[in-house]
């Protein structure tokens, strides 16, 4: 069964940066193309970042020059740096494959950006 486990996240002052990661147990994690989600509070989880199995990348227009998507194969691993953080950028973010979503969701990581 496939473990999709986030972490990294915190509470940040605007402009600050985190960087999160999703470690992917289980899976044929080379193969796939992956994605960073996120969902504020009464709001709809939206896709953020994608990352093909080529390593080819796209942005949500909202966090295009300030987040970064990568990944390690070997370790399985999909991350997230981002930076110049915002306040409408505070959500929980979840990772999971994309354009289909094939796994159960993880429980996520909660950023927070606050003065």
């Known amino acids: 069964q496939v473990q999709l486990v986030e972490s990294g996240g915190g509470l940040v002052q605007p402009g600050g940066s985190l960087r999160l990661s999703c470690a992917v147990s289980g899976s044929f994690f080379s193969i796939e193309d992956m994605g960073w989600y996120r969902q504020a509070p009464g709001k709809q989880r939206e896709l953020v970042a994608v990352?093909?199995?080529?390593?080819?990348?796209q942005y949500a227009d909202s966090v295009k020059g300030r987040f970064t998507i990568s990944r390690d194969n070997a370790k399985k691993t999909v991350y997230l740096q981002m930076n110049s953080l915002k306040p409408e950028d505070t959500a929980v973010y979840y990772c999971?494959?994309?354009?289909?979503?094939?796994?159960?969701w993880g429980q996520g990581t909660q950023v927070t950006v606050s003065s």
């Open positions: 999971n494959t994309y354009v289909i979503v094939r796994y159960t």
């Open positions: 990352i093909t199995s080529a390593g080819s990348t």
